[in-house]
């Protein structure tokens, strides 16, 4: 069935580098893209999002990269800070769609 | 703070019984999700209400149920409970109905063990 994948279940960086993390999905129908962040014993948080007419979207520290060719999806954390270990969720849903269908997660460990 | 609030954070009961989870949606959000987290499923979506009525439901078992009330509060029902039901269950709300039109923001989520 459809679905939303990440490539790397856990991705360890150093703090003050660049992270990318990515994900995957094989909807060709999905219209918008979102990526959350959850830390330990909390929710997902909003971090980001795309809608499938753009390439591109940066926030603070964040960018995220939409390659509907082949269906990718990317995260990328300027400057790793250790607040920023967590586990990074894509998340897709379409027009046609009524929810939000979750990747299971990559988690980002951010060492000293 | 996303705004969303659940209650109980922890609940911890027995196979067979009932509980039921409760979710404040942030000020002026009219969309409440319902989602269960589990280690081998990830984060899946159940259920859907907007302005009191059921939008859309996802992976939901029989046994659970969901309502949204006139103050826009929602409560999730998980009855005749299993070992399997052990999870996180989030709510999440939105203004719109339309999942693509408005961001989901996420409550800190209720841990139901059962034992």
């Known amino acids: 069935g459809e679905s939303v994948g990440l490539h790397l279940p856990t991705l360890s960086v150093q703090e003050g580098d660049n992270s990318i993390i990515n994900c995957a999905y094989s909807?060709?129908?999905?219209?918008?893209f979102i990526w959350y962040k959850q830390e330990s014993g909390k929710g997902p948080q909003f971090i980001i999002d795309?809608?499938?007419?753009?390439d591109k979207r940066q926030g603070q520290r964040v960018t995220v990269l939409l390659n509907k060719t082949v269906k990718h999806l990317s995260l990328q954390i300027a400057a790793t800070q250790p607040g920023d270990s967590a586990v990074y969720f894509c998340?897709?849903?379409?027009?046609?769609?009524?929810?939000?269908?979750f990747g299971k997660g990559t988690s980002l460990l951010v060492t000293p | 703070d996303s705004g969303v609030t659940q209650t109980p954070k922890h609940l911890i009961t027995a196979t067979g019984q009932r509980v039921t989870l409760r979710c404040s949606p942030r000020?002026?959000?009219?969309?409440v999700y319902w989602y269960q987290q589990s280690l081998d499923q990830g984060l899946q979506f159940l259920i859907q209400?907007?302005?009191?009525?059921?939008?859309a439901k996802g992976n939901i078992l029989e046994r659970f149920s969901a309502q949204q009330f006139p103050d826009l509060h929602s409560e999730l029902n998980l009855s005749s409970l299993e070992l399997g039901d052990s999870a996180l269950y989030f709510c999440?709300?939105?203004?719109?109905?339309?999942?693509?039109?408005?961001?989901?923001?996420f409550g800190p989520g209720t841990r139901l063990t059962v034992l």
């Open positions: 999440a709300s939105s203004v719109e109905r339309v999942v693509t039109t408005d961001t989901q923001y």
């Open positions: 909807n060709s129908a999905s219209d918008y």
């Open positions: 795309i809608r499938s007419n753009m």
């Open positions: 998340a897709e849903a379409s027009n046609s769609g009524y929810a939000l269908n």
């Open positions: 000020s002026g959000d009219l969309s």
């Open positions: 209400y907007y302005n009191g009525e059921e939008r």
